[in-house]
């Protein structure tokens, strides 16, 4: 299980050592295991991007100001839930959004989640968009905002290590087009040739 020391860092350094990490989610007597392929850092007052820029503090993005470690679900659209990681500490509220994940496991409880049936059942293009976007794999997981607020340091869902050995790229954050100078900030990162990233750098 990864520390509080761990998330307690620069949210940049944070995003690019989370790629490989092994999600870890325990419901209903089924655990799922999902590495994480790609991320997003959100830096907070000084990013037009963040939910807390310009040091704003409201009833959504109050987690972000929690301690580092903690989980922060939010919900786009009334559909998507979307999940990050809080870094840094409670003066500083920044946090990691989780974009991609590859499952390791449990493909076909994954596979109900996400569409309704097996995974043998799955199209192709099923197959492909399983869990590369943020709200894919939330939906894949079955992660709601019953998370909003926890902390990953429960025996229920945390994250691991692993030694996993790859190249990352980094690329643009994506989805921010409201977000003037802050769309071209380099901080999204992701594991390079993995199948399971939304988008790949053109």
Not at 20 to 36: L, Q
Not at 144 to 161: A, H, T
């Amino acid at each position: 299980m990864l520390s509080k020391e761990f998330f307690s860092r620069d949210t940049l350094t944070v995003a690019k050592d989370l790629l490989g990490k092994v999600i870890v989610k325990k419901d209903s007597g089924i655990i799922y295991r999902a590495k994480i392929v790609e991320t997003e850092a959100y830096l907070g007052i000084e990013d037009r991007a963040a939910h807390t820029f310009g040091d704003r503090k409201t009833d959504r993005n109050k987690i972000m100001y929690e301690d580092a470690g903690t989980i922060y679900v939010y919900q786009t659209y009334g559909i998507h839930f979307m999940l990050n990681f809080v870094t840094q500490d409670k003066n500083i509220p920044e946090a990691v959004l989780i974009r991609a994940v590859e499952p390791l496991n449990q493909f076909d409880n994954i596979s109900k989640n996400r569409f309704g049936k097996y995974f043998d059942d799955l199209s192709a293009y099923q197959k492909k968009n399983l869990t590369n976007g943020p709200g894919k794999l939330t939906k894949a997981l079955s992660i709601d905002k019953s998370l909003n607020g926890k902390d990953l340091f429960d025996q229920s869902f945390y994250v691991e290590d692993d030694d996993s050995i790859f190249d990352i790229i980094i690329d643009k954050r994506i989805g921010i087009d409201y977000s003037k100078e802050a769309i071209d900030y380099p901080y999204r990162f992701y594991i390079k040739d993995n199948s399971y990233v939304s988008v790949l750098k053109k």
